[in-house]
């Protein structure tokens, strides 16, 4: 697919640029262009990846990186920066009116996630802040609608305000508030009907409730699928109803999301909340750091390189990796490695960090508690020096020795013989793409 | 052989079996204010881009001849004139484009690789073009406009149809004689659901009797959704309760449409996004079902597409292919100022279709796909925003 050969470009590109003792204006221009290409791909506006290209371009050639004694690595810094400096901070908070209730008001095109979203935040708000919401039903036209948060509502056990579909979306939201007041519910939460930026008729109807709920927060929901076009809807959203945030949903695709760079740079809204999945609790404050990495197609490559040189001393990697590709890695090397992975952090979390980890055949099947490394180092330990070579020696009466000693099951002995199996594999794929010419230039330390 | 020339061959198939379509001018004639405000300039072409072959597949140019010919085949007064308009409004459009630029040189180019980018396109995809259009520019030496824009347009349909000169149709394909099984696909919130109401009106219409199947047992309010339309449109909705194995649903809808003696069979299923496993291994059980219950069937498996949605459209298309063998896409909200230009390259790469788009909300945004409409729409905002700077 076209992404990933575009990630593994840039990768090659960065790995390339990184290790520089000097970089030239020609090496700057090589890696802005990939990166262009990285962010067109991810669906970032074009006149948003223009001007960002042209700000890493300027400060690239800057003192800055010219007078670093690594300048290859200042320059990555610089990319990361300021795709992160453009996607804002974290900034997951929801307002709180001096004088409850709180109103919160979702607004965006059709299908977006709004009424799941709404269901999603009462939840958050409840479980988190311990409030107590009314979800009002303000969508009228969609099929359905009303049943729909109705449903959400029961799943919650919460109160839902509605009057059907005949009534007017302003009335119910005058009325659903007034409702809140008289039953001290703390937290109003709108749920409008989707409608086009360009639907005057329907902003309309949207300008209204604003006008007389004057909400707390006006939440635009986007689709983190969505291309091009997110820049027209949040503008032309922005512009009609001054949002006060942006939630993005159904992340827990395989998008790369490249909407909620150019939303947040074309509005300079913060990005508050992820939708990460259809269930009621499955939403996440923003990261947007994590954003910026996920939009370059790098994981979190540039974090966990970081982490990696933090640890790793490079005399070492070095020959684990010469280890690694002859295939002669052992479970001696194995309980280095996994000494090195422990001090940089939970194993699952820098899994994730692996560009196309997930994707990963090999992987499904290791198992990522951190809990189990304890097992894992006692099992190894349990073994003599021949077996940790050799693991083919391995058979019946030495796993149960080695289960006893490590005081885990044969089982377990066996599912550690068959990740360690499948990990070499994963290596020898990981080869295979350091070969290729597109040159990944993985040299990962536990891997 | 001249562009338009070509253009009318790819297309004399399609436009036969679009005949019944254009016929069906009461629903027709709600659309056009929203096609026209999708495609600023295109007039009445989007619901009647039809053009004509004698039996011997020869195209006529003239339009003298093509009114005869329609005259023989006993085609409809109003047809013709849409044909009329369709074809000098697509030529001379693209053509006007080219030609307010008057000189092909680097802006053309970069403007155009804008304007495609900002469809959706897709970056690769475009630099591609770009570069093919500069090579066959400099290759045959051409200096004049007039002939640039000739290349241009060529590769911009090229780009739909690919190396595909079979002239795969664009319609629907229908069991003439029994049953047929329309699968729906895609993932959350595209428009599935409300595309089944309005693809139930439609068949409804033409004299068909259509039952529903409500697969999606899942999401809040999805089963209430489509009895909805099902009500409105006034065709049998076959349900079971929230939270049931939707391969049952579509079991039982099999067996209703069968025993009330249905035409088509529509079958909702839950929104899912194409990277979780499970969900889409559901969906790869619920099409067996249908295979195994109906031979032949699915006839239409058909992935819901947004035009708003940017390049992930292609991870879609491709994975949902993979679980269900998707046969054709319908491309809604094209009422709003998405292009959706990704379905560009999912038909160059993956060879499906677009079959249908979606222009709204109401029970009659439903039309069949345009190539012509749509490739215009995809840089219809290069024109305009050329002629606002004049
Ligand atoms: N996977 C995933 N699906 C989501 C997420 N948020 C919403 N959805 C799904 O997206 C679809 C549309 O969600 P809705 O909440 O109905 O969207 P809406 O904006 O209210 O839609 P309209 O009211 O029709 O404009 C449903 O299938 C939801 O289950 C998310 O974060 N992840
Ligand atoms: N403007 C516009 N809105 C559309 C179009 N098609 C569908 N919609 C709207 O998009 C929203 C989602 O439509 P649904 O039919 O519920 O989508 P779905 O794919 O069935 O959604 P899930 O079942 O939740 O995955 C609704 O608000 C529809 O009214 C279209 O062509 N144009
Ligand atoms: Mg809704
Ligand atoms: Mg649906």
Not at chain 2, 325 to 336: A, Q, R
Request: hydrophobic fraction near 40%; proline fraction near 3%; charged fraction near 30%.
């Amino acid at each position: 697919m076209a992404f990933e050969g575009l990630s593994d470009r840039l990768q090659g590109t960065i790995q390339k640029i990184k290790g520089k003792g000097k970089v030239t204006e020609q090496d700057v221009k090589e890696m802005t262009r990939e990166v262009r290409l990285a962010l067109l791909e991810a669906d970032v506006n074009f006149k948003v990846v223009k001007d960002f290209v042209k700000r890493v371009r300027e400060r690239a050639v800057g003192q800055e990186v010219m007078e670093s004694l690594t300048p290859g690595q200042q320059v990555i810094k610089v990319v990361k920066e300021e795709l992160t400096d453009l996607m804002g901070g974290d900034e997951s908070k929801i307002a709180v009116a001096s004088k409850p209730p709180t109103v919160i008001m979702m607004v965006g095109l059709q299908g977006a996630g709004k009424t799941t979203t709404t269901g999603k935040l009462a939840n958050h708000l409840r479980k988190k802040q311990n409030r107590s919401p009314l979800l009002v039903a303000a969508d009228v036209y969609r099929p359905a609608a009303v049943d729909q948060l109705k449903t959400v509502g029961t799943e919650l056990d919460l109160p839902v305000f509605e009057k059907g579909t005949d009534a007017n979306p302003v009335d119910i939201a005058r009325e659903g508030i007034a409702q809140a007041k008289e039953d001290h519910q703390d937290y109003v939460i709108i749920d409008t009907a989707g409608r086009l930026h360009v639907d005057h008729e329907l902003m309309d109807e949207l300008q209204q409730i604003k006008q007389l709920t004057t909400p707390d927060e006006i939440f635009l929901v986007v689709d983190s699928m969505t291309g091009q076009d997110a820049v027209n809807v949040a503008e032309s959203f922005n512009e009609q109803l001054d949002i006060s945030g942006v939630i993005l949903t159904k992340l827990d695709g395989d998008t790369r999301g490249g909407a909620a760079l150019s939303i947040k740079a074309v509005t300079d809204k913060p990005i508050k909340f992820a939708g990460m999945g259809e269930k009621l609790d499955e939403l996440e404050p923003f990261h947007p750091e994590r954003m910026a990495s996920r939009i370059l197609g790098m994981g979190d490559m540039l974090t966990l390189i970081e982490k990696a040189q933090d640890q790793v001393d490079e005399k070492r990697a070095k020959e684990l990796e010469s280890k690694m590709r002859s295939a002669s890695f052992t479970f001696d090397d194995f309980l280095e490695q996994m000494d090195q992975v422990k001090n940089m952090g939970p194993l699952d979390e820098l899994v994730g960090m692996i560009p196309g980890a997930n994707k990963m055949k090999g992987l499904k099947n290791v198992s990522l508690d951190d809990k189990q490394l304890v097992h894992v180092e006692a099992i190894i330990k349990s073994m003599t020096k021949h077996e940790r070579q050799d693991p083919s020696l391995m058979n019946a009466s030495r796993k149960k020795r080695i289960a006893k000693g490590s005081g885990t099951s044969v089982s377990e002995v066996n599912r550690l013989l068959k990740q360690f199996e499948e990990m070499k594999k994963m290596m020898k794929q990981m080869n295979g793409m350091q070969k290729g010419k597109k040159g990944k230039g993985m040299n990962l330390p536990f891997m | 052989m001249s562009f338009f020339k070509k253009l009318k061959d790819k297309f004399v198939k399609e436009h036969d079996e679009h005949e019944q379509a254009t016929d069906d001018t009461t629903t027709q004639e709600d659309n056009e204010e929203q096609t026209l405000a999708n495609e600023t300039q295109e007039t009445e072409s989007t619901s009647s881009s039809f053009d004509v072959e004698e039996p011997d597949g020869e195209v006529h140019e003239e339009l003298s001849e093509a009114e005869e010919a329609a005259e023989q085949e006993g085609i409809a007064l109003k047809f013709r004139k849409g044909l009329e308009k369709t074809r000098s409004s697509f030529s001379g459009k693209i053509n006007d484009l080219v030609a307010k630029y008057r000189t092909v040189d680097e802006d053309f180019f970069e403007d155009l690789e804008e304007v495609l980018i900002s469809a959706d396109v897709g970056v690769n995809t475009v630099m591609d073009m770009i570069d093919e259009l500069k090579m066959e520019v400099k290759r045959r030496n051409i200096k004049d406009t007039e002939m640039v824009k000739e290349v241009i347009s060529e590769k911009l349909v090229d780009i739909y149809y690919g190396d595909d000169q079979s002239g795969e149709t664009e319609e629907l394909t229908l069991n003439p004689d029994g049953l047929s099984i329309i699968l729906v696909v895609g993932v959350n919130g595209v428009g599935k659901t409300t595309t089944i109401g309005k693809m139930a009106h439609k068949l409804k219409q033409e004299g068909k009797k259509v039952t529903l199947a409500a697969g999606d047992t899942f999401r809040a309010g999805a089963i209430e959704q489509l009895d909805v339309w099902g009500e409105r449109v006034g065709v049998n909705v076959v349900k079971h309760a929230a939270g049931s194995d939707p391969a049952a649903v579509i079991y039982d809808g099999i067996r209703s449409a069968q025993s009330k003696n249905a035409d088509v069979l529509l079958c909702d299923t839950a929104g899912r996004l194409q990277n979780k496993v499970n969900l889409m291994n559901e969906l790869a059980k619920v099409k067996r079902v249908i295979e195994r219950e109906v031979p032949g069937a699915p006839h239409e498996v058909l992935l819901v597409l947004d035009a708003t949605t940017g390049q992930n459209a292609m991870s879609q298309a491709k994975t949902f292919s993979e679980a269900t063998n998707v046969s054709g896409i319908v491309l809604t909200k094209l009422d709003g100022t998405a292009k959706g230009g990704i379905v560009l390259a999912i038909r160059n790469e993956m060879e499906i279709p677009v079959k249908m788009v979606g222009l709204g909300e109401k029970v009659s945004d439903l039309e069949m796909f345009d190539p012509h409409a749509f490739v215009y729409g995809l840089f219809a905002d290069m024109v305009e925003e050329y002629e606002e700077e004049k």
